[in-house]
């Protein structure tokens, strides 16, 4: 099983992502080549046959003293490969960066991919994936990213994947 930590956003950030998809939908894109997510995330990284448990623990002594972070979207950015991903590009503020850099510390005898770790990762909310839906998912929201919008990093959840199912959420601290 994958299991993916995390970062939720606030509920105006989330529902504005939210318009978004469903924007993408009205557009004619199939929901299938979507997240299965149910909300928008941020993901910090994903373990590949590791437990839910064994992430957990390394977690629990991080997210004890972590505040809520203010969160800035940016624009649109697409990762390309074999399966491409269209995002929400994140702006990487320090606060974002310290707290991904601790969770793999908390993390380190784990091994995850390359892309997930610290000086690899790029944050963004993923809106599309799949090469048949990067194009169209860039036509339909270009228009709709004239102008940044800001949140809040509320919560950290450990997600299986690739169900979207929430397996552990914790709060930060307000």
């Known amino acids: 099983m994958t299991i993916a930590i995390t970062l939720r956003l606030d509920d105006t950030a989330g529902a504005r992502v939210t318009r978004l998809w469903e924007r993408l939908y009205v557009d004619g894109l199939d929901p299938a080549l979507l997240l299965p997510d149910t909300e928008p995330r941020i993901v910090l990284a994903e373990y590949a046959d590791v437990g839910a448990d064994a992430v957990a623990v390394g977690i ?11 969160v800035k979207v940016t624009g649109l950015t ?4 074999p399966s491409p991903v269209v995002s929400l590009a994140v702006a990487p503020t ?20 390359v892309r997930w770790r610290p ?4 944050p963004g909310i993923v809106v599309s994936e799949w090469a048949v839906s990067v194009a169209h998912a860039v036509r339909c929201l270009l228009p709709t990213m004239a102008e940044p919008f ?3 990093l509320v919560g950290l959840d450990l997600i299986r994947r690739p169900s979207g199912s929430v397996v552990t959420t914790w709060d930060l601290l307000d």
Not at 60 to 70: K, R
Not at 119 to 122: E, K
């Open 119 to 122: 000086g690899y990762w790029t």
């Open 150 to 152: 800001g949140g809040l």
């Open 94 to 113: 320090p606060a974002l960066l310290t707290l991904h850099g601790r969770l793999h510390t908390a993390l380190s005898d784990i091994s995850s991919d």
């Open 78 to 81: 697409i990762v390309g490969g």
């Open 60 to 70: 629990d002594n991080l997210i004890a003293s972590c505040p809520a972070m203010p």
